[in-house]
């Protein structure tokens, strides 16, 4: 079955760029999403169909699509930016599918 | 503005059948492109995408656990239900229930609900 990739865990300073990757064969042909989870709490939307930002999501998040890899990438990082990142997309058969998720920590 | 709560047991045996509700607010699941799913989440590791039901009682289950899963509606209640049978340990998870963008061609859940642990032990 279809899988997305992330990689376990992502390290970064307060006000660097932070960037995380998700790779999966489908990605040239279905969107991407980007879920930010925080501890105890349910993920919330951050990026939807590979690079658009919902409302009130901070503008420092933004998302690209290079093929079979999208990256979610976070400028300027903040302390509260400090969560696991979970992408997720749709196979053929329309098929939802989640990434391993991405542990973000702010050093 | 829409809701989502998902309500069921917290303690299930091994081989019991978990059924766990979604009482929704601020949609009607009989309108046009709307849709419901499951997600569940097992302790320190990824989400799991589990089911979705349509407006139109379209049903999409994960192929790994299709033959477990049962996802159904009840419209006039606002609630969808999933029930997942011979429940073992390893699906000891905390269970969401989100609602998908009516935008039809994009998957992705736009609202979660708090989730609920469940937890499988004798």
């Known amino acids: 079955s279809y899988e997305l990739t992330q990689p376990p865990s992502v390290s970064v300073s307060p006000g660097q760029t932070a960037r995380i990757t998700c790779s999966g064969d489908g990605l040239p042909h279905q969107y991407a999403y980007w879920y930010q989870q925080k501890p105890g709490q349910a993920p919330v939307l951050v990026i939807y169909k590979d690079r658009e930002r919902p409302s009130g999501i901070p503008e420092r998040f933004s998302g690209s699509n290079s093929g079979t890899t999208v990256t979610l990438t976070i400028t300027g990082v903040q302390a509260e930016d400090e969560a696991d990142y979970h992408c997720q997309s749709a196979d053929n058969n329309y098929l939802w599918v989640f990434g391993g998720g991405t542990k973000l920590t702010v050093l | 503005q829409i809701t989502l709560k998902e309500s069921g047991p917290t303690l299930v045996k091994p081989t019991q059948t978990l059924t766990l509700t979604c009482t929704f607010s601020?949609?009607?699941?009989?309108?046009?492109?709307?849709?419901v799913g499951w997600i569940r989440q097992p302790p320190g590791k990824a989400l799991e995408w589990l089911a979705l039901?349509?407006?139109?009682?379209?049903?999409r289950y994960s192929p790994s656990l299709k033959s477990r899963l049962t996802i159904t509606k009840d419209t006039s209640k606002n609630q969808v239900v999933l029930a997942l049978t011979n429940m073992d340990p390893v699906d000891t998870a905390t269970y969401y229930c989100?609602?998908?963008?009516?935008?039809?061609?994009?998957?992705?859940?736009?609202?979660w609900g708090q989730g609920t642990l469940v937890t499988v032990s004798s």
């Open positions: 989100a609602h998908k963008t009516p935008d039809s061609g994009f998957y992705y859940f736009d609202q």
């Open positions: 601020g949609f009607s699941l009989s309108t046009f492109g709307m849709a």
């Open positions: 039901i349509y407006w139109d009682d379209d049903k």
